[in-house]
Antibody, heavy 128, light 108 residues
Framework: EVQLVESGGDLVQPGRSLRLSCVAS????????MHWVRQVPGKGLEWVSG????????GYADSVKGRFTISRDNAKNSLYLQMNSLRPEDTAFYYC?????????????????????WGQGTKVVVSS | SSELTQDPAVSVALGQTVRITCQGD??????ASWYQQKPGQAPVTVIY???NRPSGIPDRFSGSSSGDTASLTITGAQAEDEADYYC???????????FGGGTKLTVL
């Protein structure tokens, strides 16, 4: 069964850091671009970041650029999101999502807006 | 940045056909994908890159596009199709992904 399981969400004070993890199973993680998408409760979806299968291309939303860092460890089938300088507006559910096409290696491919598998999400609350 | 516009709410009678649309200039050049989200649950992909359906998604879900508008069609809507539906595509101006605001589908 193809599965993505996120973890690391927590209540954190503004200005602090948090690291999210996503463990993949049931497919060749090495071959696919991966993404983080967030959703403020009751609101719409917002793409946060994505990186290609070999980390050769990485993209960030303007709202997180310079504060968040996406990375992956293909040996551990894991995707990460390091979130620094957190703000109250970063409060959201964070979902890990898989790109549907293997060996996506360009920014154009990476930002197609296509995902085929989603995790169940992890909640981040930024509040004092 | 490019925007994707969706109707906030659409309704359909049980068993009838409904089309949910997504409009944006970028859709003239890039495909849309469609995501279903039920209350308290993670999104589920029903269509990706215009007309590809993931395994396990019923064939009553289909995608199409014309000009600057992408459409998700549900042929023979079921009660379990009641959900929020989001379109997503490429933000042509900023190398980002952009989502529509979502459409709440009610099955009557």
């Amino acid at each position: 069964e193809v599965q993505l399981v996120e973890s690391g969400g927590d209540l954190v004070q503004p200005g602090r850091s948090l690291r999210l993890s996503c463990v993949a199973s049931g497919f060749n993680f090495n071959d696919y671009a991966m993404h983080w998408v967030r959703q403020v409760p009751g609101k719409g979806l917002e793409w946060v970041s994505g990186l290609t299968w070999n980390s050769g291309a990485i993209g960030y939303a303007d709202s997180v650029k310079g504060r968040f860092t996406i990375s992956r460890d293909n040996a551990k089938n894991s995707l990460y999101l390091q979130m620094n300088s957190l703000r109250p507006e970063d409060t959201a559910f964070y979902y890990c999502a898989k790109d549907p096409f293997s060996y996506c290696s360009t920014t154009t491919c990476l930002t197609s807006g296509a995902f085929d598998i989603w995790g169940q999400g992890t909640k981040v609350v930024v509040s004092s | 940045s490019s925007e994707l516009t969706q109707d906030p709410a659409v309704s359909v009678a049980l068993g009838q056909t409904v089309r949910i649309t997504c409009q944006g200039d970028g859709l003239r050049n890039y495909h849309a994908s469609w995501y279903q989200q039920k209350p308290g649950q993670a999104p589920v992909t029903v269509i990706y890159r215009k007309d590809n359906r993931p395994s396990g998604i019923p064939d009553r879900f289909s995608g199409s596009s014309s000009g600057d508008t992408a459409s998700l069609t549900i042929t023979g809507a079921q009660a379990e199709d009641e959900a929020d539906y989001y379109c997503g595509s490429r933000d042509t101006s900023a190398n980002h992904v952009v989502f529509g605001g979502g459409t709440k589908l009610t099955v009557l």
